[in-house]
């Protein structure tokens, strides 16, 4: 399995930005997808969620303004995030997992999968 991801940047407050996650090795319909972030001295942070059904999944603080959706023809899921905020900032990771067939539930802890990230620096 390989996870890998890119788009990230820095920005200024209230930009945009798209991240992509380009999966392999994997069935990848079938499979939850996820998008965490971590900043520099807190723990890790789910972000934004997608199961096989396509629905989705968000952290309080991103909602209305964070958008994941997944292409399965391209294996690439995505991160559109908007109104970004100085507290977004932080290495993003997109994870991916099976969970032994059990994908309709995908807002859970236990990703096996992982990429090394792509940084989102927001500035004010």
């Known amino acids: 399995v390989q996870l890998v991801e890119s788009g990230g940047g820095s920005v200024q407050t209230g930009g945009s930005l798209k991240l992509s996650c380009e999966g392999s090795?994997?069935?990848?319909?079938?499979?939850?997808m996820g998008w965490f972030r971590q900043a520099p001295g807190k723990g890790r942070e789910r972000v934004a969620t997608?199961?096989?059904?396509?629905?989705?999944m968000y952290e309080d603080s991103v909602v209305g303004r964070f958008h994941v959706s997944r292409d399965t023809t391209e294996n690439r899921v995505y991160l559109e995030m908007n109104r970004l905020k100085v507290e977004d900032s932080g290495m993003y990771y997109c994870?991916?997992?099976?969970?032994?067939?059990?994908?309709?539930?995908?807002?859970?802890?236990?990703?096996?999968?992982w990429g090394h990230g792509t940084q989102v620096t927001v500035s004010s």
């Open positions: 994870a991916a997992d099976g969970f032994n067939g059990q994908t309709d539930i995908c807002w859970r802890d236990g990703y096996r999968f």
């Open positions: 090795g994997f069935m990848y319909r079938e499979t939850c």
């Open positions: 997608i199961n096989t059904l396509d629905t989705t």
